[in-house]
């Protein structure tokens, strides 16, 4: 079972570019791993000038853990386009799909639609809890395109990492080290309920654009 405070523990004692690149690797991909574990206190031991992370800038933290969450990322792409993809249209051409009111045509439009608009989705995903790990399946399965799929994912991770830097970079001011993660945990409670929150601002503004916006019809000039 995975103990989070003795993991917090290790990595104020052990951190290097390398594990923060490492963790967030894990942390971006399949694998659920909180990347409040790793940004906030490297980025402590940085700001603090404290034991192995002395060596560290922080702004060299950012950017490490930034590469890692792209790079898990990419795995996760990867996988939904080489296996959940074929998956998903199998699906789609079998009786059960077509019973589920689901056809080849109607995964296709999907896709494009995805395509359209996945990049702001993706943007916004990677500062969301529980779905930062998830926005790039349905990214992979659309097979968004590849170079805004890493603009955007990479600018959503960077803004996130740059959250949790600052914490880590704020908290260096008046915590000490065995008070460091209490307070990362804390701090980490408001983080999610503001994802929440953002997540539920998103909700909305999609369901105004779908219900409620006037969209300007298209005007045909009938024959003469």
């Known amino acids: 079972m995975f103990d989070a ?6 990595f104020i004692e052990n951190a290097n570019y390398l594990f923060v690149f490492l963790f967030m690797v894990i942390e971006s991909s399949f694998i659920p791993f909180p990347s409040e574990m790793v940004v906030p206190p490297a980025a402590y ?3 603090a000038n404290y034991g192995v992370g002395a060596e560290m800038n922080i702004c060299m933290v950012v950017v490490m853990a930034t590469l890692g969450a792209l790079v898990g990322a990419f795995i996760n792409y990867f996988l939904a386009l080489w296996i959940g993809r074929p998956i998903v249209y199998r699906f789609a051409n079998s009786r059960l799909g077509h019973a589920c009111l689901i056809d080849q045509a109607k995964v ?7 395509d359209e608009h996945g990049a702001i989705s993706t943007f916004v995903g990677r500062l969301i809890p529980a779905i930062r790990q998830l926005i790039s399946i349905p990214a ?20 996130w990492n740059s959250v949790l830097g600052f914490l880590g970079w704020w908290l260096a001011k008046s915590v000490s080290p065995d008070m460091l993660f209490q307070k990362v945990e804390e701090y ?16 909305l503004y999609i369901l105004w654009n779908a219900f409620f916006k006037k969209h300007p019809q298209t005007q045909t000039n009938s024959p003469k």
């Open 140 to 159: 992979g399965i659309s097979r968004m395109n590849i170079g805004s799929f890493a603009i955007f994912t990479a600018l959503g991770a960077l803004v």
């Open 5 to 10: 405070s003795q993991f917090f523990q290790w």
């Open 108 to 114: 296709e439009k999907a896709e494009r639609y995805f």
């Open 188 to 203: 980490n409670r408001y983080l999610t309920w503001a994802g929440y929150g953002l997540a539920v601002l998103c909700l």
């Open 45 to 47: 031991l940085a700001a």
